[in-house]
């Protein structure tokens, strides 16, 4: 299923104009107010969408519809609306808006080992440091190899 959650819907990852976004909605609440939000009140009353397990049972329909309208939002935009109607949202970051996330530069979570740009753990202890001078593997580059052997 993806990021999609098994037991609640919408709970998946939704397309927008400039990327993508986790909607996570837990209840029929939640639901009708992100309904008003994407402009398509009759799904907060049609029957096939009423209830938890109405959408879950009908998940395919109701994921094409709503991506359909999410597709019309900025990210941003989408999100702050979200916020706004207290439906829970989260942005689906490339590497340019992780790096440009505020706590991560203010809290200067961005390394480059060997060139290879990553983020590091948040959590800072006194007297111990990280060891930040191994990069994440490369794609691949373990490719082949079972438990240290080589297949």
């Known amino acids: 299923m993806g990021n999609a959650h098994p037991n609640l819907a919408p709970y998946a990852v939704f397309d927008c104009k400039d990327g993508w976004l986790i909607l996570a909605t837990g209840n029929d609440g939640q639901y009708q107010r992100l309904c008003g939000i994407l402009g398509l009140g009759d ?3 049609d029957p096939a969408y009423l209830t938890n397990a109405d959408r879950v049972q009908n998940r395919a329909a109701m ?3 709503l991506t359909s309208a ?4 900025a990210k941003a935009d989408l999100l ?4 706004a109607a207290g439906v829970p949202a989260g ?3 490339d590497m340019s808006e992780v790096f440009a996330d505020p706590q991560v530069v203010a809290r ?4 480059a080992p060997e060139g290879l740009p990553g983020v590091r753990s948040p959590m800072r202890f006194s007297g111990a440091e990280l060891s930040l001078d191994r990069p994440a593997p490369r794609l691949g580059q373990h490719q082949g190899e079972v438990l240290g ?3």
Request: charged letters at 25%; hydrophobic letters at 40%; glycine letters at 4%.
């Open 43 to 45: 799904m907060a009353t």
């Open 149 to 151: 052997k080589e297949a």
């Open 91 to 93: 942005p689906i970051n």
């Open 80 to 83: 702050a609306a979200c916020e």
């Open 70 to 73: 999410t597709r019309t939002w």
């Open 108 to 111: 200067g979570l961005q390394i």
């Open 63 to 65: 994921t094409e519809r």
